[in-house]
């Protein structure tokens, strides 16, 4: 019988070629920047209410943020489109080694980096070795007055203090998702089911599916010339591909 | 000051009194870990193995175990469809609390027994379907009153299963002892 000790921790060397599971692509020329990706996340995964002040420390949580840069020299200054930006749940992540705790760990099953709350001592190394800064941290518990605890998510752990965080790829929704089709003797298709950041997306400029199904929809996407992976010089070999002045 | 507490200490008085201290505060701790592995308090003492014996199934009453992640706790208008054709419902003490709720219209406040951690994300559809069957969990129900936990529901339980379930399908292995199958 095959045990734990089997099991080979990621074979994924730094620089390789990886294909992931779960991917996305991000259209940042379409991309408004309503920020309703922000508020659809927040909502889905339990996100803490931070408050004034402790924003002020550079302590807000967010799971994806919308990232505005400027280009040029006075009074020449352009915007460039906006960037939403989360996990990159990346094939080779710089986070996962530093973990003292093995709380970030690659899940060989979905590919994905988890985050194991449970575990999380909450030393805060892999928020520091994060190169796309994703990362959030329970300063506090903060409160959540009625009647916000209703809403909730039931399908997402409600984090306490002293844990670390981090877009997820809403994995209770892949879990949900498999759990269905699974009930139906089927696998799971293509855009049967989406990540929240990309359902409440007005402007449809995230697309979340398999990025290992070449027929899928973010694969097809994925082909167009002028995508690219952000800090892919790093070697992370990230799974979210962005599209800009397309 | 302390050198003479201490001296005090040493004494036989001394030693008794140390000998006591120490007594209670194991028999307390010992008291205290014997009630958190206590089946908790319900509103009706419902007899588990009464029902089990008339044959009614496990997910007459907890339907929700072969649909979904909960298994559910049965509202009073389940067991009033079967009790108010029973004629002891009238007479005894023990369905008072029940006849109460069900003329009040006040839900009966029933106490899970069997509980993870908000941080575990448990399915009992899962279960169900890879053929499990209730009792391998949650123990004979035909040999208890209320609900009790057979054994402590932690995550080496979980994962022993997990790993012995597997068997040599790699695929499954790796699935099943997946950190992101159950934490998230
Ligand atoms: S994939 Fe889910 S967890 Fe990640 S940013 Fe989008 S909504 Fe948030
Ligand atoms: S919801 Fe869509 S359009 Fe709005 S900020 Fe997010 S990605 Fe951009």
Redo the contacts with the bound molecule.
């Keep these: 019988m095959a045990t734990l000790s089997d099991l080979k921790i990621s074979e994924v060397k730094l620089g390789e070629e990886h294909t992931g599971k779960w991917g ?1 692509v991000i259209d940042q020329d379409i991309c408004t920047g309503c920020q309703a ?1 922000v508020a ?2 927040a909502m ?2 339990n996100l803490s209410f931070v408050g004034e002040e402790d924003s002020g420390y550079g302590r807000s949580m967010h ?2 943020r919308i990232e505005r840069f400027w280009e040029g020299e006075y009074p020449e200054v352009k915007m460039t489109p906006n960037q939403p930006m ?2 990159q749940q990346c094939g080779s992540a710089t986070c996962e080694p530093v973990c003292p705790a093995f709380a970030t760990v690659h899940s060989q099953a979905e590919q994905l980096n988890l985050q194991v709350y449970n575990r999380c001592v909450g030393t805060r190394y892999c928020a520091n070795n994060c190169p796309y800064q994703v990362r959030s941290f329970n300063w506090r518990d903060y409160e959540r007055p009625e009647p916000l605890p209703n809403q909730l998510n039931p399908d997402v752990t409600v984090r306490r203090r002293g844990v670390m965080e981090k ?4 994995i209770q ?1 892949i879990h949900k998702a498999q759990d269905k089709a699974k009930s139906e003797g089927r696998e799971v298709v293509d855009g049967e089911f989406t ?4 359902q ?1 997306c007005p402007a449809n400029a ?1 697309t ?1 599916g398999r990025v290992d199904d070449p027929e899928s929809m973010v694969s097809q996407l994925a082909k167009r010339s002028h995508g690219v992976k952000h800090l892919e010089e790093l070697g992370t070999l990230p799974n979210v591909t962005y599209f800009k002045g397309g | 000051m302390i050198k003479s507490i201490f001296d005090w200490l040493k004494q036989p008085l001394g030693l008794i009194a140390v000998g006591i201290t120490v007594l209670t505060l194991f028999s307390v701790a010992a008291y205290g870990i014997y009630t958190t592995q206590q089946a908790p308090e319900q509103p009706i003492q419902f007899p588990h193995q009464t029902h089990v014996a008339f044959g009614i199934q496990c997910l007459y009453c907890h339907p929700g175990a072969s649909k979904g992640p909960a298994a559910g706790l049965p509202s009073q208008a389940k067991c009033w469809a079967c009790h108010n054709q029973i004629a002891k419902t009238e007479t005894s003490a023990l369905l008072a609390p029940l006849k109460e709720a069900v003329l009040s219209g006040t839900p009966i406040q029933w106490v899970p027994v069997a509980q993870v951690p908000d941080f575990v994300q448990f399915n009992h559809r899962a279960h169900i379907a890879a053929g499990k069957n209730c009792e391998d969990c949650h123990g004979d129900m035909s040999k208890v009153t209320i609900a009790q936990n057979p054994q402590v529901f932690n995550m080496g339980w979980c994962l022993n299963c997990h790993v012995e379930s597997a068997g040599e399908d790699h695929e499954k292995l790796v699935k099943l002892s997946d950190c992101g199958t159950c934490h998230y």
């Design positions: 996305m990706c659809a996340c889905e995964n799971w994806i989360m996990c877009c997820t790829f809403c929704r990540t929240a950041c990309a409440a995230i979340f």
